[in-house]
Structure formats: C-alpha cells, structure tokens
C-alpha cells in the first residue's frame, strides 16, 4: 500500500443555516479544500460524497453528490455517494484513503455536507431516528414524542448505566460540555463559541435525564472536505506531509456484545499503524453526547475501564493536557451536520498536526486519532470507524 497524505482540508463554519443549500455549503467546503491543497479541482480523480439524512430533510434521496457538485469541475468524474449515518465522512474518508494506498488513483477527495435545519424540527427529528432498525424504531418512536430526540433517549440510558457502574458524576458531564465550549471559542468553525459553566449545564433544560440541553450535539448544516494525494503528489504541491498511517471501519457484532466496535476499530487502527494509545498526542471522538467523550477515553485504551473520569478531572484531555480531546469542540460545540462531522475532524486533527490550530494548539503534536461512530443496533453503535494521522 502507498503512503497517503492529507494535501488539502477545508470547511464551513457550522450552524443553522435555514435559507442555504447543501449545494452551497459542499462548494464552499470543496473551494477552501482546494485553495488549501494548491490543487485545481479538474485534477481529482475520484469523489466520496458522504450525506445521511438530508434526503429525508430535502426530499433529494439519491444522486446526492452529483446534485451537489453539478456547478463543479468534478462532474464527469467518479462520485461515488456515501451513507453510514453519523460516520458518513469517516467512511467517504476511508475509502478515498483506499483508493490513492492501493494506487488506483493519485488524487481523492472525501467531502461531506449535510442540510438538516427544518422549520419543523419533528422532521428533523424524524431523520434521526432513521439511524436504527426500522422494526425497533417503530417501537421506540410510539414511546418518543415527535418534537424529541430519539437518540437522546439512547444515549441517556447509556449514560444512566455509565455512572452507575463507574461513579462518574453529573458534575463530570458538565465539566465536559465546559471543556467542549472553551475549544470551539477558540475555533473558527463552531457552532456554539460563548463559554459557559458547570452550573450552566446542570440547571440547563433536561432532554433525556440526565443529560441536559448542552450534554446533547446539536442540529447542524455545514460542509468539510479533504483532498488525499499519493507521496509523489504530495512533494509536486509542496504540502504538509500529514501521512494517513491508519484507517479502519468495523461493524457492531450480530449478537451485540463486547467488545463494541469503538475499541475494535481502534485496536485494528493500533494494529494498522504500528501505535499504541499511548502515543496519541491529540484525538477527536464522536461525543454525540457528554457522556459518550468520557466512555470513549475507555474503549479506544486512553484510560481503564470505569476510570475515563479521572482523566478528564485531571485536566489530561483539556486544551494544555497530555491528550487534549475534541480540542475544536467535538459534536456538542462545534455541532454536527452528520456527514461532514468525520471529515471535520479530520480538518481539526490535520490542523493540529500542521501546528496550525493557535490558542488551541497541542504543543509538539506528532500523532493523532478521530473516532466516529454512526447508527445503533442492539447495544451498541451499528459502525465505527478511527482514523490514525502523523507527521
């Protein structure tokens, strides 16, 4: 397999962007990409358009990236449409990663873009709960009001279940959000930049107890892109040589049961690069809500089980810490517009890496990993996948 390097990274601010496009948010995206890469577009060779749920939002369910890309150079090029729910762009970002290791092309672009800003929020919410079983959802969404999220329900029920086995503390949820807010402060691309406080968080309106309103990622639009060259491109351009040294997507289990498919993505990335947790300088993980950051520490080996708590009371994964996490604010603050969230943390770690990322730098930073999780099946996430980046 050749190496594979992340020539070229470019978004759009997220947010609610209620009277914009998806069109407009991927050709943003794709400019600044190519702009960042010193690339012209016409020299792409295969496109990996990742979009979940903007079909059921927009009604525009397949051809998604060709509708998207249509006023762009890449039409009459390969675009090949990507859906994995949340970990949509993790997965286009894999697969342009593959096709540039396995030398069939030598320039790939993974772009994300996704519209989900409604006037009714019960569509929105509608989209979501497209992420499980359809048989189980049906059930689950005669228990869940149309205006409420049904992943939210999930994801509480796993927090409850988490901080009863480990003693973590609504306090530890806050403490996250606080952490997730000071870095996308300090993030051109965020949703939510104003600080907030412990007490803020815990006084803030309950959506699925015990997570309240800031615990919970947010509804988004937005767009990233990322431009991926063999070594020989790469030196032609002159860019930043961040090297993709891991990229593994796994499945949940048929039955359900450990290990979930976070840590064996990660164990397989390890694997892959020749790495162990231990050498991650900085990390990006899918923190759709508080708790999940704290029980991602766990699962991809940054801490022992039941004890991803400590690591954050620590300050170890803040802005300044060993391994800061989610230092561009993660889903919660920089928000989610579920395919182009993966790609997005790609763009914060490869800005990491290039020593780019200013006040919310982490210094020395050599090696990096993104974790993205997508859908539920059973007990677990139905995929996900983790990434490894060096220099």
């Not at 509708?67 to 090029?77: F, S």
Request: net charge neutral; aromatic share 4%.
């Amino acid at each position: 397999m050749r190496k594979v390097i992340v020539a070229g990274i470019g978004q759009t601010a997220f947010g609610k962007f209620l009277y914009r496009n998806m069109r407009s948010l991927a050709e943003e995206a794709l400019r600044h990409a190519a702009q960042d890469a010193g690339i012209d577009t016409s020299r792409i060779d295969v496109v990996y358009f990742a979009n979940a749920l903007s079909g059921l939002i927009t009604g525009q369910e397949t051809i998604r990236g060709q509708v998207a890309l249509r006023n762009t150079p890449l039409m009459g090029k390969p675009i090949v449409n990507i859906d994995n729910a949340c970990a949509s762009g993790s997965s286009a970002f894999n697969l342009a990663w593959l096709a540039v290791a396995s030398g069939q092309v030598d320039v790939a672009l993974a772009i994300g873009a996704e519209k989900l800003t409604h006037e009714d929020k019960a569509v929105t919410f509608g989209a979501f709960a497209s992420g499980v079983d359809v048989e189980e959802r049906n059930r689950m969404m005669h228990e869940t009001p149309g205006t409420h999220s049904l992943f939210m329900d999930i994801y509480a029920a796993r927090t409850r279940k988490y901080m009863a086995a480990s003693g973590a503390t609504a306090e530890d949820l806050a403490a996250v959000c606080v952490k997730s807010r000071h870095g996308a402060s300090l993030s051109p691309w965020a949703q939510f930049r104003d600080g907030i406080s412990v007490t803020e968080v815990l006084n803030a309106r309950v959506i699925s107890a015990p997570l309240t309103l800031p615990m919970c990622s947010p509804i988004a639009d937005g767009a990233a892109a990322a431009i991926l060259v063999s070594e020989e491109v790469a030196k032609s351009l002159g860019c930043a040589n961040v090297v993709v040294r891991a990229s593994k997507i796994v499945t949940a289990n048929q039955d359900g049961t450990d290990p979930v498919c976070a840590a064996r993505a990660g164990q397989q990335a390890y694997e892959q690069a020749g790495l162990g947790p231990e050498d991650i300088h900085v990390a990006e993980v899918h923190d759709a809500s508080a708790a999940a950051e704290i029980i991602l520490y766990e699962r991809l080996g940054f801490a022992e089980p039941n004890r991803g708590a400590e690591l954050l009371r620590q300050g170890v994964t803040s802005i300044g810490g060993r391994l800061p996490v989610n230092p561009g604010g993660g889903l919660l603050s920089r928000g989610h517009p579920v395919g182009a969230t993966g790609i997005a943390q790609i763009i914060e770690l490869t800005t990491q890496l290039r020593g780019n990322a200013g006040r919310r730098q982490r210094k020395g930073a050599k090696v990096a990993l993104a974790e993205c999780s997508g859908g539920e099946i059973g007990a677990d996430s139905a995929l996900a996948a983790v990434t490894i980046l060096a220099v």
